[in-house]
């Protein structure tokens, strides 16, 4: 079987870094094609998120493939950012190296319809990111739900898990709710026209909370490893065990970004429910809220799988562990 092409939508950010030097590891080993990554304005600008991107893919050793800015910001309204969530430059406290990596002279949702038409049927679509730049590429290509083989979202939060953001929404849905919700009604349409639409699956923080970063992993993974991407990886994540102390978290990390990312590649591991989701974006206390009918109120089809539980003896844990050892296995550049 050819490996299965992934394209990956993120705002390095700091789990957004662990994310890709994962799906580097996948892609180097074989078991993953890497195709593309798309650079979408978040945790920092998207100057910051493009450069990052292209560092983290150079320290990780990944070979050239296109690397394209997405949008800049949300679709309706002015950006927020959170520059104390991942660092002024959402490299937390990692001085990353100047790329040498040149990025697609396409902008991300035309990377996003032309690898999803180069491959029908099998790009599996991974965010990790505000929802943006796909909102952008569903406009530019409507047929992009039937075209994809998958999608998996990092976002919003479900079965009554508080948001991390507001009482109720999750950071990337919340940054950019009219995306979000583009997106899920999207799928909407083109699963009531044809049912055989892969609903795309939703790893809210009900779940990817469960995956949590310890000083003590970091330890590990430097005795494992000291190459560069290793190194700067740990550094980043120093800063995001300080901003997670500073929430009331404790002095570690939730790393939803590299857990989506394998759960995207281990579907088989992932136990999820059906749902018509839709997301809020006119409710004074509740915009960014993710909704999620799952007893049919409205009659609509389901558009979403729910992800609730990760099927690994040892559960997120265990899942950390085999980043870490893609990590490990990355021998990397030069910083
Ligand atoms: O709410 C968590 C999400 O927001 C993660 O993707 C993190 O990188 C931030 O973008
Ligand atoms: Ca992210």
């Not at 959170?82 to 990692?94: I, L």
């Not at 990025?103 to 029908?120: C, E, F, I, K, N």
């Not at 679509?125 to 409507?142: F, K, N, Q, Y």
């Given at each position: 079987m050819?490996?299965?092409?992934?394209?990956?939508?993120?705002?390095?950010?700091?789990?957004?870094?662990?994310?890709?030097?994962y799906?580097?590891?996948?892609h180097l080993?074989?078991?993953?094609?890497?195709?593309?990554?798309?650079?979408?304005?978040?945790?920092?600008?998207?100057?910051?998120?493009?450069a990052?991107?292209?560092?983290?893919?150079?320290l990780?050793g990944?070979?050239?493939?296109?690397v394209a800015?997405?949008?800049?910001?949300?679709?309706?309204?002015?950006h927020v950012l959170?520059?104390?969530?991942?660092?002024?430059?959402?490299?937390?406290?990692?001085q990353?190296?100047?790329?040498?990596?040149s990025?697609?002279?396409?902008?991300?949702?035309?990377?996003?319809?032309?690898?999803?038409?180069?491959?029908?049927?099998?790009?599996v679509?991974?965010?990790?990111?505000?929802?943006?730049?796909?909102?952008?590429?569903?406009?530019?290509?409507?047929a992009?739900?039937?075209?994809?083989?998958?999608?998996?979202?990092?976002?919003?939060?479900?079965?009554?898990?508080?948001?991390?953001?507001?009482?109720v929404?999750?950071?990337?849905?919340?940054?950019?709710?009219?995306?979000a919700?583009?997106?899920?009604?999207?799928?909407?349409?083109?699963?009531?026209?044809?049912?055989?639409?892969?609903?795309p699956?939703?790893?809210g923080?009900?779940?990817?909370?469960?995956?949590?970063w310890t000083?003590?992993?970091?330890?590990?993974?430097?005795?494992?490893?000291?190459?560069?991407?290793?190194?700067?990886?740990?550094?980043?994540?120093?800063?995001?065990?300080?901003?997670h102390?500073?929430?009331?978290e404790?002095y570690?990390?939730q790393?939803?970004?590299?857990?989506?990312?394998?759960?995207?590649?281990?579907?088989?591991?992932?136990?999820?429910?059906?749902?018509?989701?839709?997301?809020?974006?006119?409710?004074?206390?509740?915009?960014?809220?993710?909704?999620?009918?799952?007893?049919?109120?409205?009659?609509?089809?389901?558009?979403?799988?729910?992800?609730t539980?990760?099927?690994?003896?040892?559960?997120?844990?265990?899942?950390?562990?085999?980043?870490?050892?893609?990590?490990?296995?990355?021998?990397?550049?030069?910083?």
């Open positions: 050819s490996p299965t092409p992934v394209l990956l939508d993120c705002d390095p950010g700091i789990d957004d870094a662990l994310a890709i030097a799906l580097v590891a996948e080993a074989g078991r993953i094609e890497l195709t593309a990554v798309v650079c979408t304005a978040g945790n920092v600008g998207l100057e910051d998120t493009v990052n991107a292209c560092a983290w893919l150079d990780a990944a070979p050239e493939l296109p800015a997405g949008a800049s910001g949300p679709i309706a309204v002015p959170t520059p104390e969530t991942h660092g002024p430059r959402g490299a937390g406290h990692a990353l190296p100047t790329t040498t990596r990025t697609d002279p396409r902008d991300g949702a035309r990377l996003w319809v032309d690898a999803a038409r180069s491959h029908p049927g099998e790009l679509g991974i965010v990790t990111g505000p929802s943006s730049t796909l909102a952008h590429a569903l406009a530019l290509d409507p992009l739900p039937r075209l994809l083989g998958g999608l998996v979202m990092m976002g919003g939060t479900f079965h009554g898990h508080p948001g991390n953001t507001t009482p929404s999750e950071w990337n849905v919340d940054v950019d709710p009219e995306a919700d583009a997106v899920c009604l999207a799928w909407e349409t083109a699963q009531a026209d044809d049912p055989a639409v892969p609903a699956l939703w790893c923080l009900n779940l990817t909370e469960r995956a949590v000083p003590e992993r970091s330890e590990r993974l430097l005795e494992a490893s000291d190459s560069p991407v290793a190194r700067r990886l740990t550094e980043a994540l120093r800063f995001y065990f300080e901003f102390d500073s929430v009331g404790g570690l990390a790393v939803h970004d590299p857990f989506v990312a394998w759960l995207a590649l281990h579907p088989e591991a992932v136990v999820a429910g059906p749902a018509n989701v839709r997301v809020e974006c006119a409710g004074e206390h509740t915009r960014g809220m993710t909704v999620a009918d799952v007893r049919g109120h409205r009659g609509r089809v389901d558009n979403a799988r729910i992800a539980d990760v099927l690994v003896p040892g559960g997120p844990d265990a899942v950390l562990d085999e980043i870490c050892a893609a990590i490990v296995s990355l021998a990397g550049r030069p910083d």
